[in-house]
């Protein structure tokens, strides 16, 4: 059973765009809501994180919206650059163990 | 270098053979996890340690897979007579817990390639 789903599978983006990453988790006891950004050939590194009693955290220009009631949270990244071009993981955490979604190849054009 | 450091970053090794590969993680962490990641796939849970302790492992983790942190600081993982399916990238992460989570840090992982 995935315990963390997300949505979509890759996607791609004009530069300066809004890409929207989507995750929904079924465990009510995840207290630990993270992003995790990944470039090829490289460990997944932390971008922002949420906890379940906040809706919205925004760090730069990435944004963590969270919907306790729906169990669900999405990953806004405004103003999206070539660089940003990498593999986006969302994942919960219930006693410091973390589960990952399957990821999201994102590609912002030039 | 104060971030996660694993060893090898590559192997190659073929089927029934055993392989282990070191993690050392960031100093004053005191937990440190390790995750198994295949192409197109999110890192899958292993096992995790606190200090020396295994406190928990996945039924991932067949019996030809063990890991081991002696001392506390760094640690191994051991796959003995490995198969194809076995073929991943492995990353360990390491973060400091006490007395709640913060964040992991993981490392660049070995990419093991079994032929």
């Known amino acids: 059973q995935q315990q963390v789903k997300q949505s979509p599978q890759s996607l791609i983006v004009q530069k300066g765009g809004i890409p929207i990453i989507n995750c929904a988790y079924e465990?009510?006891?995840?207290?630990?809501f993270p992003w995790y950004q990944q470039f090829p050939g490289k460990g997944p590194a932390l971008l922002i994180a949420?906890?379940?009693?906040?809706s919205e955290k925004k760090e730069g220009r990435f944004t963590i919206s969270f919907n306790k009631s729906a169990k669900q949270f999405s990953l806004h990244i405004m103003d999206s650059q070539p660089g940003d071009s990498a593999t986006y993981f969302c994942?919960?955490?219930?006693?410091?163990?973390?589960?990952f979604g399957k990821g999201t190849r994102l590609h912002i054009l030039p | 270098d104060t971030g996660v450091s694993q060893d090898p970053r590559h192997k190659i090794t073929k089927r029934g053979q055993n392989v282990t590969f070191r993690c050392d993680p960031i100093?004053?962490?005191?937990?440190l996890y390790w995750y198994r990641q295949t192409l197109g796939q999110g890192p899958e849970f292993l096992t995790y340690?606190?200090?020396?302790?295994?406190?928990?492992k996945s039924r991932l983790l067949s019996d030809r897979f063990s890991a081991e942190r002696p001392k506390g600081s760094f640690s191994t993982l051991e796959i003995q007579r490995t198969e194809q399916g076995d073929s991943a990238m492995y990353l360990c992460?390491?973060?400091?817990?006490?007395?709640?989570?913060?964040?992991?840090?993981f490392g660049q992982g070995t990419r093991l390639t079994v032929v």
């Open positions: 992460a390491s973060s400091l817990a006490n007395p709640t989570f913060t964040e992991a840090f």
């Open positions: 465990n009510t006891a995840f207290d630990y």
């Open positions: 949420i906890r379940p009693d906040v």
């Open positions: 994942a919960a955490s219930k006693d410091d163990k973390i589960i």
């Open positions: 100093s004053e962490h005191n937990r």
């Open positions: 340690f606190q200090n020396e302790a295994q406190l928990e």
